[in-house]
Nanobody
Framework: QLQLVESGGGLVQPGGSLRLSCAASGFTLNYYAIGWFRQAPGKEREGVSCISSSGGSTNYADSVKGRFTISRDNAKNMVYLQMNSLKPEDTAVYYC????????????????WGQGTQVTVSS
């Protein structure tokens, strides 16, 4: 069974940091671009960042540029999202997703999804 599992979410104060992890089971992530998305209450799911299968190409939403860093370790079958200088508006459920082609910012372009991990930024 193909699965993605996110971890690393939690409650953090504004200005703090978290590192999210995305682990795959049942398949290898090496051939997949991985996207991170987030969904805040009452809002649509939005793309945050994406990394190509090789790791050679990354992109970020304007709202997180300079604060978030996506990376991958194909040997460990893991993808990470380092989030620094967190703001209250970053509060959302964060999802990782996989697609066999290159990066895309569109939800419907992805084939596999995790269940999400909650990130709450609040003092």
């Amino acid at each position: 069974q193909l699965q993605l599992v996110e971890s690393g979410g939690g409650l953090v104060q504004p200005g703090g940091s978290l590192r999210l992890s995305c682990a795959a089971s049942g398949f290898t992530l090496n051939y997949y671009a991985i996207g991170w998305f987030r969904q805040a209450p009452g809002k649509e799911r939005e793309g945050v960042s994406c990394i190509s299968s090789s790791g050679g190409s990354t992109n970020y939403a304007d709202s997180v540029k300079g604060r978030f860093t996506i990376s991958r370790d194909n040997a460990k079958n893991m993808v990470y999202l380092q989030m620094n200088s967190l703001k209250p508006e970053d509060t959302a459920v964060y999802y990782c997703a996989a697609r066999e082609r290159g990066c895309s910012g569109y939800v419907h372009d992805y084939d596999y999804w995790g269940q999400g991990t909650q990130v709450t930024v609040s003092s």
